[in-house]
Structure formats: structure tokens, C-alpha cells
């Protein structure tokens, strides 16, 4: 499974983007997907993530509320809406898959994308 991520880019406090993954490789419908990002000096950190099985996602606190996951299978993508951002989210994100059950570990993920540079404006 490759992954590679898009979408990043400069936005001012408030706005909104909205960032990109698509994977290559088998059974893409059978993959469980995370966004994960890190800053400098920072541990990666888990965002969102959704489940291959029935769709089910789960959230970081931080971002509970102003982001949303979501895949869609015929286009073998998945994407992060992120609202209301502010100065703090400010990271590199990485969209992870793997195959099996949702998991918030960055150690369970077998598939990482390359990144992206999500940066706030304040």
C-alpha cells in the first residue's frame, strides 16, 4: 500500500482546509485509516481515524468537533475537513493505514503517506 497525501497548505485563523490522501494497492475498502500529525520538536500525534468495517471514526480531543474523516472507496481516498483552525494545528500531516481494527496508536499503522504542511496563520 502506498499512500500519498495533498492538500496542505497556508491558511489564516478561522478558515478552513480540506487535505487529501489517496492510496495505491489492494483491497483498499479493507483498509483502516488515520490522520496523524507532528510538529518540530513535537511527538507525531493521532488526529482522526476511520474504521474499514462499518465506517465508525474516532477523534483526538483536540480536534473533536472542528475536524472530520472521511473515505470514499471507488476513488481509494481519504480526507480530513478541517475547520475553525487555529495556530495550534499548525504540524506536518500524515495520513496511515493499516489492516484491521481502528486503532489512535501511530505503532499500529503498517502504511505511512509523506506528509503534509498544514500552516496557521494567526
Known amino acids: 500500500v502506498q499512500l500519498q497525501a495533498s492538500g496542505g497548505g497556508l491558511v489564516q485563523a478561522g478558515g478552513s482546509l480540506r487535505i487529501s490522501c489517496a492510496a495505491s494497492?489492494?483491497?483498499?475498502?479493507?483498509?483502516?485509516l488515520g490522520w496523524f500529525r507532528q510538529s518540530p520538536g513535537s511527538e507525531r500525534k493521532f488526529v482522526a481515524g476511520i474504521s474499514w468495517y462499518n465506517g465508525s471514526t474516532i477523534y483526538g480531543d483536540s480536534v473533536k468537533g472542528r475536524f472530520t474523516i472521511s473515505r470514499d472507496n471507488a476513488k481509494n481516498a481519504v480526507y480530513l475537513q478541517m475547520n475553525s483552525l487555529n495556530p495550534e494545528d499548525t504540524a506536518v500531516y500524515y495520513c496511515a493505514a493499516r489492516y484491521g481494527t481502528l486503532y489512535s496508536y501511530s505503532s499500529r499503522y503498517n502504511y505511512w503517506g509523506q506528509g503534509t504542511q498544514v500552516t496557521v496563520s494567526s
Open positions: 494497492g489492494r483491497a483498499f475498502s479493507r483498509l483502516t
